[in-house]
């Protein structure tokens, strides 16, 4: 067990709201997580303190005896100064868990406290076609799952701790000439457990769990958006003595501009270059927009700059609708800057139609780089 302070190692304040907590366990979670570190022990490690520090602090109970007691203190329900059993609300929860099911059980039948597993949030990237489009993703990960080879168990060959002789805790006594002080710890041998085995797992080693490799199809759905969460229940860590499982949240963040195509929530936006000449006299014609491929669109004759051509229902799909968003075309109509010599002709007579007094000195720009 972690002997660093819960509240440091999620950079809190002791006074942290529960929000707080979540947040930082999120936070640090993702950071740490071992399918982002593969193969790095200090990550691994850093993974399994947060863990440890969020079960407790996450836990109002347990937190309460933290805060009171420390890490001894929690560990074991047990109050170190009154000499008894802590009189909390949800006392019969407490035995049930502890005792395996009935108050009348002995302390020595079962002991464990039942633990479902964890929950995750995992972070899911996806370009912008896939979210327009929506696409089967499929994500591998790593995950806690009963183990196995001793059901759960931890070993084989129960007996009695001989370190606590089956108290589960330690009394550790210090003194100096002034004064005594008892503290009490959770057993280091049997970890509260009370009982020790003969032989160990071999596949877990007591950990009772195993992490395993796991891939799980995801149907990412057409219209999803950034930090739209997907709720699959049950495909998180198994349990401690139990196999129910926590959930894995996918949260998506998603691409929101693919070359000139950009999406703004429902609605996608794309910047067209259209010819001066197209814009004054007007055309059809089909275009190629990344993502979207191909669409024909009519240009009015008289076409501004920076007006829009809008195709109704034709961009994202509402995520709980039939329906489509729009896609608003954003033309821009750039002047040439350099002209074929029929061009200038063709310009050069317009101008003498127009009365236009010719100024046909090229830019500073132009005149380096044309
Ligand atoms: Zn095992
Ligand atoms: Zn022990």
């Known amino acids: 067990m972690s002997q660093r302070d819960y509240y440091q190692v999620l950079w809190l304040e002791k006074g942290a709201s529960e929000d707080e ?18 193969g790095d022990a200090d990550a691994e490690a850093k993974f399994k303190e947060i863990g440890e520090a969020y079960g407790t602090l996450s836990d109002s109970w347990k937190r ?3 805060d009171m007691f420390g890490q001894s203190g929690w560990a074991a329900g047990w109050n170190p100064f009154g000499g008894g059993w802590f009189q909390a609300e949800d006392l019969g929860d407490i ?3 502890f005792f395996g099911g009935g108050f009348s059980g002995s302390r020595w039948s079962g002991r464990k406290r039942e633990q479902r597993g964890e929950d995750i949030e995992y972070e899911l990237h996806i370009d912008l076609k896939t979210s327009i489009y929506g696409w089967k993703e499929t994500i591998e990960f790593h995950k806690r799952e009963h183990c196995s080879h001793c059901d759960g ?3 084989s060959g129960k007996k009695t701790c001989s370190t606590c002789d089956g108290r589960g805790q330690v009394v550790q006594t210090s003194q100096s000439p002034f004064w005594v002080i008892q ?15 003969e032989h160990l797992c071999s596949e877990c080693q007591w950990e009772k769990r195993m992490l395993i490799k796991k891939k799980l199809d995801i149907d990412v759905p057409a219209g999803i958006d950034e930090w739209m969460v997907i709720k699959m229940n049950g495909e998180w860590n198994e349990g401690i003595g139990t196999k129910a499982a926590g959930d894995l949240y996918i949260r998506f963040q ?11 929530g429902v609605d996608l936006h794309y910047d067209l270059d259209i010819d001066y000449v197209e814009a004054a006299l007007g055309t059809k014609k089909e275009i190629n927009i990344p993502v979207i491929w191909k669409r024909n669109i009519s240009v009015d004759a008289g076409t501004q700059a920076e007006s829009v051509i809008k195709i109704s229902g034709d961009g994202v799909k509402y995520i709980d609708r039939d329906s489509k968003w729009d896609l608003l075309i954003h033309v821009h109509i750039p002047v040439p800057k350099k002209l074929s010599k029929a061009e200038r002709e063709l310009l050069e007579n317009l101008a003498k139609e127009k009365k236009i007094n010719v100024n046909s000195k090229r830019g500073v720009f132009e005149k380096i780089f044309g």
């Open 21 to 38: 907590i979540k947040k930082a366990y999120r936070k640090l979670a993702m950071k740490y997580h071992p399918d982002r570190n593969q």
């Open 64 to 66: 309460q005896q933290y």
């Open 95 to 97: 035995f049930s868990s």
């Open 153 to 155: 168990d931890g070993g």
């Open 183 to 197: 503290q009490t710890r959770t057993c280091p041998d049997c970890r509260w457990e009370w009982e020790t085995f």
């Open 254 to 264: 998603v691409e929101t501009s693919h070359k000139d195509l950009t999406r703004d």
